[in-house]
């Protein structure tokens, strides 16, 4: 099992950080590097994997893992942020 621990995105606040394990942040730092993410894409989920050197079916289950902790993680802050807005009103 991969030892999962804390990382912090674009230097966030303590309650902005996203759990990933080691593997996952290698993968998505190394897929934004290569442009996975830009329109259009630099480099294919193929092209990718081989780069981090595992099947494109593990690659994708990687990044979708990771793709949802960070999203879950933006959508909890966007949350806590509107209840702040809505109670300081």
């Known amino acids: ?3 999962r621990r804390n990382s912090k995105i674009d230097n966030d606040p303590p309650d902005h950080q996203v759990t990933l394990t080691a593997r996952q942040e290698q993968v998505l730092g190394t897929a934004l590097e290569h442009g996975y993410f830009e329109f259009p894409r630099r480099t294919s989920l193929t ?3 081989k780069l981090v050197g595992v099947r494109p079916s593990t690659l ?3 990044l979708r893992g990771a793709e949802r902790r960070v999203m879950e993680s ?3 802050v966007h949350n806590q942020d ?4 809505k ?3």
Request: no cysteine; aromatic share 0%; charged share 25%.
């Open 82 to 85: 509107q209840r702040r807005v």
């Open 60 to 62: 994708s289950e990687i």
């Open 47 to 49: 092209g990718l994997s």
């Open 87 to 89: 109670n300081s009103a």
């Open 1 to 3: 099992m991969a030892r």
């Open 74 to 76: 933006a959508v909890r």
